[in-house]
């Protein structure tokens, strides 16, 4: 087992679990894996995959996700393909002849693709295991509800003695029933990995308007240079704005919803994925099949809908376990907007209930990270440290007035107002809605016109989630004073505030981090070194490019960040240096060492 590690995947020890999940696997029992984004899961079917006689068969929903993972595989000198409609019918032939020679040691295949060849295919083969990948699409109560999957019933009639194991990386304990119950699992057990990311940097940003979000979003990419990021947006119609102001700013970015047709799809994920675009902006249809390691941030534009969307969208981040960063930005509209479509669905109890728990976490002033992980029950006793909470923490004022303030001005409006309208009158904003309705003649109107409008949405959230006043989404979306509210209002009890902090890309400018080692010169097979002191790093991401497209494949698949900062690190100068380094597995070693001990020697003389 630790020979198979170290040869094909150049790692010397496990993570914690994987060598449990491997043996009881090996051992032919079925076997449920809750193992957190980047956290390894796809190795604990991979090693039995390679240590069992046979093929394994990965049930794979994504075909990018396939893509991915043979990739990965193939550049490890692992047999593996996949079978999917975008092979041509020679291909999937092939494909299908060195099954039934035995000259494939993992097979990908589609939900849909697989129950089509249930009589067939995997007649014909000798099969050593079944691996369920996402396997929270099999269950309604999971958050990406897949009907194929819940037909995969059929392995285990049709194949009652090989064993399978079901992945995911987010299930709550009903999904993770479900999920047990419907693919008819034999007693399996059940292994629940940690889910903390300690890597991973959680920041909440609240109340800000678009042009304001832009602005920190621009500090924030030139804080991280060149760095791959993806922003999440609500709305097909707000990925396209958010990357068309950065694209105005000078970035290369890309967009990715539903909206687009397959070819502008595939395009722009290629793109991100080979590093020719730096940022996607994108709708939550984009990352599943995404499984590149070298992400360094993750932006959510909008409040996601549920912490479950969240955990998993932020997990892009990270995945080689180098230090990355999130932000999430909120807003009043962002509430009103995903409880309209709470409301409107099919599982509107559920639904709410699951949005409020991300507000909770939003709104929260104890340490984020024991928010998540409380969400899937695992319990923390200490403060995370990486996160805006840890790092400042909240100071409260007495806040009555101001409160007051606002308050006074819903019930002198009859309790008739959004959000909008009442920041208006409290800052004494003439416009055509505050004309027609009078509202400038109430007593309140101008009240608060020393306070911005941002600090204005901010109060107005904490008003709500202390729950001195709540939306009425059936009326649209007015303002209504509670009975909690009423003591505040009338002075029977006092009421806090959180203080405000300007945000940190307001104090401090970021300058762009100027590359002197141009793409141009690693083409020529130049290494031109600059004297910044990351440019060891710069000219070895020039150089994997250089090799990834010489080879068609994405960069992270001919060697993670995590492996090129190995390498900066030790700064081997002969082949059998390469011996511990951390990723590079015996035939990446042979494939590729010499290029890279090359380019670390003449690093070295040059900066001698």
């Excluded at 416009?431 to 309705?437: A, D, F, S, V």
């Excluded at 390498?567 to 010499?594: V, W």
Aim: aromatic share 8%.
């Amino acid at each position: 087992m630790l020979n198979i590690l170290k040869t094909y995947f150049g790692y010397t020890d496990f993570r914690p679990l994987q060598k449990e999940i491997i043996t009881n696997t090996i051992n032919k029992k079925d076997t449920l894996v809750l193992m957190p984004t980047g956290g390894g899961k796809s190795l604990c079917y991979q090693i039995p995959a390679l240590m069992m006689e046979g093929t394994t068969i990965v049930v794979s929903p994504l075909i990018s996700l396939m893509k991915d993972q043979v990739e990965a595989l193939q550049a490890n000198g692992i047999s593996a393909r996949a079978l999917n409609s975008v092979n041509t019918d020679t291909e999937n032939t092939t494909v299908r002849m060195e099954c039934q020679q035995g000259k494939v040691k993992l097979l990908y295949i589609s939900p849909e693709r697989i129950l089509s060849e249930v009589n067939y295919l995997l007649r014909d083969i000798k099969i050593s295991l079944f691996a369920i990948d996402e396997a929270h699409c099999i269950s309604q109560w999971g958050h990406d509800f897949r009907p194929e999957y819940t037909q995969l019933d059929i392995l285990r009639k049709q194949f009652p003695t090989i064993p399978i194991i079901a992945l995911t990386a987010t299930a709550d304990k009903i999904t993770r029933q479900d999920i047990i119950k419907q693919l008819r699992m034999d007693n399996p057990k059940v292994f629940i990995s940690s889910f903390d990311r300690p890597n991973i940097s959680l920041d909440v940003k609240k109340g800000y308007q678009q042009k304001e979000k832009i602005r920190i979003i621009k500090r924030f990419i030139e804080k991280h240079g060149n760095e791959s990021g993806i922003i999440y947006c609500m709305s097909r119609k707000t990925a396209e704005k958010v990357s068309e102001l950065l694209s105005n700013e000078g970035f290369d970015t890309a967009v990715y919803h539903a909206g687009l047709s397959n070819i502008e799809r595939e395009k722009a994920q290629d793109d991100f994925i080979n590093d020719r675009v730096q940022i996607v902006c994108a709708t939550v249809a984009f990352g599943m099949g995404i499984d590149k390691s070298n992400v360094r941030w993750v932006i959510h534009y909008n409040l996601p809908k549920s912490i479950e969307s969240f955990y998993q969208e932020i997990g892009r981040a990270g995945r080689d376990g180098l230090k990355s960063d999130t932000i999430l930005f909120y807003s009043i509209g962002d509430m009103i907007q995903l409880t309209k479509f709470a409301e409107e669905s099919n599982q509107k109890e559920i639904n709410i209930e699951k949005l409020n728990r991300m507000q909770q976490y939003a709104e929260t002033n104890i340490c984020r990270r024991r928010i998540l992980l409380s969400y899937f029950g695992e319990t923390m006793e200490h403060d995370c440290g990486n996160c805006d909470v840890c790092r400042n923490p909240p100071e409260k004022f007495n806040g009555t007035i101001i409160i007051q303030k606002a308050l006074s001005a819903i019930a002198r409006t009859n309790q008739q107002i959004p959000t909008s309208t009442l920041i208006d009158i409290l800052r004494g904003n003439y416009n055509q809605e505050i004309y027609e309705n009078e509202y400038y003649k109430i007593k309140t109107f101008g009240v608060g016109k020393d306070i911005t409008y941002r600090h204005w949405q901010n109060y107005i959230l904490q008003m709500l989630n202390m729950g001195y006043i709540e939306i009425a989404y059936n009326e649209k979306n007015h303002l209504k004073i509670t009975e909690t509210g009423n003591k505040v209002l009338y002075s029977k009890q006092e009421a806090e505030l959180v203080v405000i902090k300007e945000d940190e890309f307001s104090k401090y400018e970021f300058k762009k981090k100027q590359l002197e080692t141009s793409y141009v010169n690693v083409k020529n097979n130049a290494y031109n070194i600059n004297e910044d002191k990351d440019s060891l790093f710069e000219t070895l991401r020039l150089l994997r490019l250089k090799l990834a497209e010489q080879e068609a494949i994405p960069p992270y698949i001919v060697m993670s960040d995590s492996t090129l900062q190995s390498l900066c690190d030790r700064k081997p100068t002969c082949i059998q240096d390469l011996d511990n380094i951390s990723g590079l597995s015996e035939y990446k070693k042979n494939k590729y060492g010499r290029d890279f001990v090359s380019a670390i020697k003449l690093y070295l003389n040059q900066n001698i």
